[in-house]
């Protein structure tokens, strides 16, 4: 009996003692489905996802797309199979995205959009969109250039990769300011896929086809206005002279190139997200309310300001 008794206070104990034990929070675990490295902006955008994930010991699963959509397919069904708490998709193109998505939905896993918005019928697939505005950044690349040439102008355009939401929208917005300058007309445009390499290409071949007739180049972002410096440079001209260059992301490359006055203007488009996302992540897994929209605050960097600012830049 004593010895019956001892053996239940030995119980009694190890069980209290369970009790007093800590509990230790298994970490958040968070699949990332990035577009690729095709940029500076990229992987500036990148970094801050991971660096961001390792300071608040977030276990991030990280898939690099490669310029191809059925990479980013393939790394969000390995997240839903994984079990992670959250995904978090920047999309390469707008389409193509509701089977999977669906898939996600299934699991009961939320889906965070950054950079890039997609096109779907059912708004319920994903649970926000975290990026920047990129109309506004169009407009507002448009506005400054009617303004610098007094509104008038033959631009050639380097479009980023086709089908995706940025190159849809910063074209969009900048056609439909020039609409209010008659004198500035878009000769010619064609892809670059948001690349250096091909930026270069691009604009070796506009050149070719219309030689100094070109006054202004606009592009859908700072790599492929680098590569254009280059092939401008290359063709014997001066680039931000003779061809004035307006441009999108305000990387610190480019905001030197305003400085040293080779590129004319570029519009931000911050790509540090990582702290906005993990939070955004934090209130849907705790049940509090989100916004379904939300955008980054950009500016506009050219002459008057970009000396002032080339220090402090992070990316």
Request: charged share 25%.
């Amino acid at each position: 009996m004593t010895s019956l008794l001892f053996r239940s206070r030995l119980v009694l104990c190890a069980a209290l003692a369970m009790l007093a034990l800590p509990v230790v929070a298994k970490p958040l675990k968070v699949g990332f489905a990035q577009t690729g490295a095709e940029s500076a902006w990229r992987t500036a955008n990148t970094n801050s996802m991971k660096s961001e994930a390792e300071k608040r010991g977030i276990e991030l699963k990280f898939a690099d797309g490669q310029g191809k959509q059925e990479n980013q397919i393939r790394a969000i069904r390995s997240f839903v199979a994984q079990r992670v708490d959250a995904i978090v998709l920047a999309p390469i193109v707008e389409t193509g995205w509701d089977p999977v998505l669906r898939e996600a939905k299934r699991a009961g896993i939320p889906v965070i959009l950054t950079d890039r918005t997609i096109q779907t019928a059912d708004e319920s697939l994903y649970a926000c969109f975290i990026g920047s505005d990129f109309y506004e950044e169009g407009r507002m690349a448009a506005d400054w250039l009617a303004k610098k040439v007094g509104g008038k102008g033959s631009i050639v355009e380097l479009q980023g990769t086709p089908g995706s939401a940025p190159a849809n929208e910063r074209r969009r917005a900048f056609a439909d300011a020039l609409s209010k300058h008659p004198g500035l007309k878009i000769v010619d445009s064609q892809s670059g896929d948001f690349r250096r390499a091909g930026g270069k290409e691009v604009m070796e071949a506009f050149l070719k086809k219309h030689g100094r007739s070109i006054t202004v180049v606009y592009a859908h972002n700072d790599d492929m206005a680098l590569g254009a410096v280059q092939a401008i440079e290359e063709a014997g001209l001066k680039p931000g002279t003779d061809v004035v260059i307006v441009s999108i992301d305000a990387i610190k490359e480019a905001i030197q190139a305003v400085v040293d006055g080779k590129i004319n203007c570029t519009v931000e488009c911050n790509p540090l997200f990582g702290p906005k996302v993990y939070d955004t992540v934090a209130k849907l897994l705790a049940g509090k309310p989100i916004d379904r929209k939300s955008f980054n605050k950009d500016e506009l960097f050219d002459s008057s300001n970009a000396a002032a600012v080339i220090a402090s830049r992070q990316y």
